[in-house]
């Protein structure tokens, strides 16, 4: 039995360094594609000629948007009843970014084994909580996105002719009406069994099992109604995707060629560079380049090397600071819980 649970594990393991390995792949390959045909003594001149101290300051900026989004999930999982102390949410937080870059969305789920080990809480209905933050999370960003879209149409018109394939790709997303269709169809099928069998299912072992852990992760979600403080939640949302645009716009200031540029450039680029983080590469790595560099081309900064020598700036500091951090994080984390931890042995014991 033991040794199944060990091929399993094995097995998984095996999975996840396979996944890794192939977005990693995926990853360079758009980097490289990017860079190919770009001046990389162009690239060079522009880094020496950087500015690093607003790249210093978008570092430290990200530090207060991981903090804020710590004491966002809090403010979650205070109704289900606990009370985690900030630094393990921080933490956990900080390690959930140096884990996405190793694989993509992995993040979420170790953050959430971070806060059940240190402060003992039901993980899925962490993972409900979690599902709400991103929620909220891809609420900002299309609301930001709606805000570039009116204000800058030309422009992302402009952005779509020059990249035919994500046209294609968004045209795609939208004329999926069938697939719509089919899947509405298949799940009403599948109430259609659950109720007619219902009876028979409800006393199978995995359907027992299945039901608790909904019922947990349903609590996970039901949070946001039980939450006193809505308002703190909407505040620190905002101060989440403020600390985020801010990070990117004050890199401006690092590089002659863009100083220029207005907040409203800043936040097109910060909108566009987003969702090339949202494609499953580790850290953006190719696909926050390319949108970023994409979109400064269009507003005006005419050579793609010193577009890139930007990109190539926030991006691999960001990564670097990201990594430097989660490392700590890691240390860390069982220095602060000593003496938690002392007290769970000393109570064994007992």
Known sequence: MKITKNIRILNKNIKNVL????????GIAIFFWVYKDQNISEIKNALKGADYKWIILSLFLGVFSHLARALRWNLLINPLGYKPRTVNTFFSVLIMYITNMALPRSGEIIRCGVVNKYEKVPFTKLLGTVFIER???????????????????????????????IKENILKMTS???????????????????????????????????????????????????MKNKMAFIGYSLAIWALYFLMTYVCFWSFDFMKDLSPMVGLTVFVMASFGMVAPSPGGIGTWHF??????????????????????????????????????????????NKNNTDLEVEKAEI
Do not use: C
């Not at 805000?147 to 149409?153: A, G, H, K, P, R």
């Not at 509405?184 to 659950?194: E, H, N, P, S």
């Not at 099992?209 to 979600?221: A, C, H, M, R």
């Open 135 to 165: 929620a909220a999370d891809m609420v900002m960003l299309f609301s930001l996105f709606g805000i570039v879209l009116i204000s800058q149409f030309d422009k992302i018109i402009e952005f779509l002719n020059n990249n035919p394939e």
């Open 291 to 336: 949108m970023t560099i994409q979109t400064l081309l269009i507003y005006g900064v005419t050579d793609i090397s010193e577009a890139g020598a930007f990109a190539f700036a926030v991006h691999g500091s960001t990564t670097l600071f990201i990594i430097i951090l989660g490392a700590l994080a890691f240390i860390l984390l069982p220095v602060v």
């Open 19 to 26: 996944k890794f390995l192939l977005f990693l792949i995926i």
């Open 176 to 226: 999926s009406f069938n697939f719509l269709i089919f899947s509405i169809a298949v799940i009403g099928i599948f109430i259609f069994l659950f109720y007619y069998f219902k009876d028979k299912i409800k006393n199978t072992k995995i359907y027992i099992k299945i039901y608790e852990l909904v019922k947990q992760f349903s609590e996970g979600i039901m949070t946001v109604v039980k």
